[in-house]
Structures are given as structure tokens and as C-alpha cells.
């Protein structure tokens, strides 16, 4: 059984910064792609950003050049720097693993719970 939680999440001013965190048990976390969604209120849960076991990312037009998505595999956590924040950015923001139909979309086989990203004024 593999589990994902996410940590990290929180209430920051616009321009701000958070890092978020998942940590993964349960299987070999290395050999996983990995992705971070998010769902605003009232919205579809969406791609936020990606990354393959060998290290390539992908990220949503959205967050280039303000997002960064990492991982380490010595300690099976991925993480999102998440930088000059916006109040569109604002959602419940999932960790996933294990893409079945390409890094972009919903079809991670494991979801995190979510953790809440709050960006105000």
C-alpha cells in the first residue's frame, strides 16, 4: 500500500513563498513519476507540475518561472517551491505518484490528501 501526505501548506501574502513537501511510504519511491495538482473552489482539480524518476520536469504555464518541483530519493519526498505567489493561486494542493496515462493528467494510480494553499492581499 503506498501513502502520500503532503505538508507545507498555509496562509502567505501575495509575492510570498512556500515550500510544499510529500513523502511517500510504502513502495520504492525512485522509481515513480510524481506530480502536484490543485483544486480552487468551484474549479477542476488541475496540473500544477511533474517529475519523472529520472528527473525531467513538466510544469503548467501557470507556475513557470515561479514554481519549482524536486525530489529526493534517499528520503522519498518530493517537494514544490512555490514562489511570488498569487491569490490565483490559491487551492487544496495534492501530491500524486505513478502516472498511468501521461504526466499531465489525473490518472496517478496514489493521491495524497491535500494541503491548503492560501495566498491573500
Known amino acids: 500500500q503506498v501513502q502520500l501526505v503532503e505538508s507545507g501548506g498555509g496562509l502567505v501574502q501575495a509575492g510570498g513563498s512556500l515550500r510544499l513537501s510529500c513523502a511517500v511510504s510504502?513502495?520504492?519511491?525512485?522509481?515513480?513519476?510524481m506530480g502536484w495538482f490543485r483544486q480552487a473552489p468551484g474549479k477542476e482539480r488541475e496540473f500544477v507540475s511533474a517529475?519523472?524518476?529520472?528527473?525531467?520536469?513538466y510544469n503548467a504555464d501557470s507556475v513557470k518561472g515561479r514554481f519549482t518541483i524536486s525530489r529526493d530519493n534517499t528520503k522519498n519526498t518530493m517537494y514544490l517551491q512555490m514562489n511570488s505567489l498569487k491569490l490565483e493561486d490559491t487551492a487544496v494542493y495534492y501530491c500524486?505518484?505513478?502516472?498511468?496515462?501521461?504526466?499531465?493528467?489525473?490518472?496517478?494510480?496514489?493521491w495524497g490528501q491535500g494541503t491548503q494553499v492560501t495566498v491573500s492581499s
Open positions: 517529475i519523472t524518476w529520472t528527473g525531467n520536469t
Open positions: 500524486a505518484a505513478d502516472p498511468q496515462r501521461g504526466y499531465t493528467t489525473l490518472s496517478y494510480r496514489y
Open positions: 510504502g513502495r520504492t519511491f525512485s522509481s515513480y513519476g
